[in-house]
């Protein structure tokens, strides 16, 4: 089994920064891309920023020039710097990691539990 586990989550006043981490543990043989996704109330889960292994990124629009993505693949750790944030950007944040536990098979979704992120006007 494969288990993610995000931290870093809290409260900060608008204007400030947080760094989300998210470290992947269990049966592991390789880890292909890793990325955050984030839920507010009432609203859909929504895509954030993805990291290939290789350090590829990709970023929603709502967060390019804000938030930046990165990764120790030595610690299978992903993390996400969070500044200049914003009310809206209050919600639920998850990671997830394409996992593959067994070189005869293909990669899993692993997702993590949660982290919340509140950004107080």
């Known amino acids: 089994q494969v288990q993610l586990v995000e931290s870093g989550g809290g409260l900060v006043q608008a204007g400030g920064s947080l760094r989300l981490s998210c470290v992947a543990s269990g049966s592991i043989v390789s880890i292909g891309a890793m990325g955050w996704y984030r839920q507010a109330p009432g609203k859909r889960r929504e895509f954030v920023a993805r990291i290939t292994s290789l350090g590829w990124t990709e970023y929603a629009d709502s967060v390019k020039g804000r938030f930046t993505i990165s990764r120790e693949n030595a610690k299978n750790t992903v993390y996400l710097q969070m500044d200049t944030l914003k009310p809206e950007d209050t919600a639920v944040y998850y990671c997830?990691?394409?996992?593959?536990?067994?070189?005869?098979?293909?990669?899993?979704?692993?997702w993590g539990q949660g982290t919340q992120v509140t950004v107080s006007s």
């Open positions: 997830n990691a394409d996992v593959r536990s067994d070189w005869r098979f293909a990669p899993n979704v692993y």
